[in-house]
């Protein structure tokens, strides 16, 4: 209802392509909604997992994945810290996620937690607004984000943000799309 995937979908995967990661192996989506934006990553990755808490949303991901014969996808139901310290994604990415969780810094933090250093957390967000009406009609628990929350966040966690981009929306929302590289933990201390 206020910001459809056509609107930045493109804008994100413009963004993927010129990141410089440390490989092109594989990648995670986090809250992947009805899955539009994983072709973008089947087509760039070797293997890409999308994870959801929320089983009926990740049902309606799974129908895109087979529709588009997304053969390199994988989609799993579970929490971020449910996940194995050992998947090393080289990329993660949260599009339109974190105004609908509790903690986002807590989100981030875990996020961390999983990337190897020089691996790219990429987030695409609402920057902040003031309409109420999200809460009730969509389920947004935040209003959007002030850029400056979401770095601070990021360099909390361990990040070092290296791209930002800001896209007017033309019903008055903005979006914020952020790079962040992990650093080596010799370089952040939690």
């Given at each position: 209802q206020i910001a459809d995937y056509e609107l930045y979908g493109s804008a994100v995967a413009a963004l993927l392509d010129r990141l410089v990661l440390p490989a092109r192996q594989h990648a995670i989506e986090i809250g992947p909604g009805n899955g539009?934006?994983?072709?973008?990553?089947?087509?760039?990755?070797?293997t890409v997992l999308a994870i959801d808490n929320n089983q009926p949303m990740l049902a309606q991901a799974a129908e895109t994945v087979r529709e588009q014969q997304l053969n390199n996808v994988s989609l799993q139901c579970c929490e971020i810290a449910e996940l194995s310290p050992t998947i090393q994604p080289d990329c993660v990415v949260l599009n339109m996620v974190l105004h609908h969780t509790s903690s986002p810094a807590e989100v981030i933090a875990a996020i961390s937690h999983l990337l190897p250093p020089q691996a790219v957390l990429l987030i695409c967000e609402l920057s902040h607004h003031q309409q109420t009406w999200v809460k009730e009609s969509c389920g947004d628990i935040w209003l959007g984000f002030d850029p400056n929350d979401l770095t601070d966040w990021l360099t909390?966690?361990?990040?070092?943000?290296?791209?930002?981009?800001?896209?007017?929306?033309?019903?008055?929302?903005?979006?914020?799309?952020?790079?962040?590289?992990?650093?080596?933990?010799s370089i952040h201390s939690f």
């Open positions: 539009q934006f994983l072709s973008e990553l089947a087509a760039r990755f070797t909390q966690a361990g990040f070092a943000c290296e791209h930002s981009q800001y896209l007017a929306l033309r019903n008055g929302f903005q979006i914020q799309i952020h790079a962040a590289r992990k650093l080596p933990s």
